[in-house]
């Protein structure tokens, strides 16, 4: 085990430590839901109850895992786009697809900062996740507006589906191994656990057609 954390770079390398932990424990075990703090901190070589000296609960470990998602999220679209120009809504939604399906851990998130993780931390710390979220949304919108022809309401209405849709189907594309067995044994109900990018882009490059059609500038 390493040695407590006394500078702080020594923090700000222990906090990174357990995130990037969390993330490799939530891929290999198949989700957020099964993420649990002991092998978190045997991950990143800290004592289990060490954890306590950077994050209050794994709850604010994961938020601030989400948190830097969006962060991820952000840099990879305005990257993508950086010499785009006129880009049309079919391209808008392919950008945004390919983007955010490169980021799984953050996709699962999605569902669970919604339904829990920010309700259960102080008003700070849930603060803080707001801030920086929004802060990264309007990064995304800013750098899509520049590279496409799309308005700034369609972007931001296109950006609500692939948050939802995005959220949605990474539940179901990842089944639980109750749902995994299930699925085996009927398999005419399997049928749901699609595969999760391809249905993600037709969705999107739909939603994105159907906006620009119907959310016109005035």
């Known amino acids: 085990m390493r040695q407590r954390a006394r500078s702080i770079d020594d923090k700000q390398r222990r906090s990174e430590d357990l995130l990037v932990a969390a993330e490799a424990v939530a891929l290999e075990r198949g989700g957020v839901r099964f993420v649990t703090l002991a092998p978190v901190t045997e991950r990143a070589g800290l004592h289990r109850t060490g954890v306590r000296r950077y994050y209050a609960?794994?709850?604010?470990?994961?938020?601030?895992?989400?948190?830097?998602?969006?962060?991820?999220?952000?840099?990879?679209?305005?990257?993508?786009?950086?010499?785009?120009?006129?880009?049309?809504?079919?391209?808008?939604?392919?950008?945004?697809?390919?983007?955010?399906?490169?980021?799984?851990?953050?996709?699962?998130?999605l569902t669970h900062v919604t339904l829990s993780l920010e309700g259960d931390v102080d008003i700070?710390?849930?603060?803080?996740?707001?801030?920086?979220?929004?802060?990264?949304?309007?990064?995304?919108?800013?750098?899509?507006?520049?590279?496409?022809?799309?308005?700034?309401?369609?972007?931001?209405?296109?950006?609500?589906?692939?948050?939802?849709?995005?959220?949605?189907?990474?539940?179901?594309?990842?089944?639980?191994?109750t749902l995994a067995a299930l699925y085996e044994q009927v398999p005419e109900w399997g049928h749901v656990a699609f595969d999760f990018r391809p249905r993600l882009q037709l969705l999107l490059q739909s939603t994105a057609v159907g906006l620009a059609e119907t959310l016109t500038a005035t």
């Open 124 to 177: 700070e710390r849930a603060r803080q996740y707001k801030t920086k979220a929004f802060a990264a949304y309007d990064e995304i919108v800013a750098a899509l507006d520049r590279a496409s022809s799309m308005t700034v309401d369609q972007i931001q209405a296109l950006l609500a589906a692939t948050l939802a849709f995005a959220a949605n189907f990474w539940q179901v594309s990842n089944p639980t191994p």
């Open 57 to 109: 609960s794994k709850e604010e470990l994961l938020l601030e895992l989400a948190e830097r998602g969006w962060q991820q999220w952000s840099a990879a679209i305005i990257d993508k786009v950086r010499d785009s120009d006129g880009l049309g809504p079919r391209e808008v939604a392919l950008v945004l697809a390919d983007t955010i399906a490169s980021l799984p851990v953050f996709c699962d998130l």
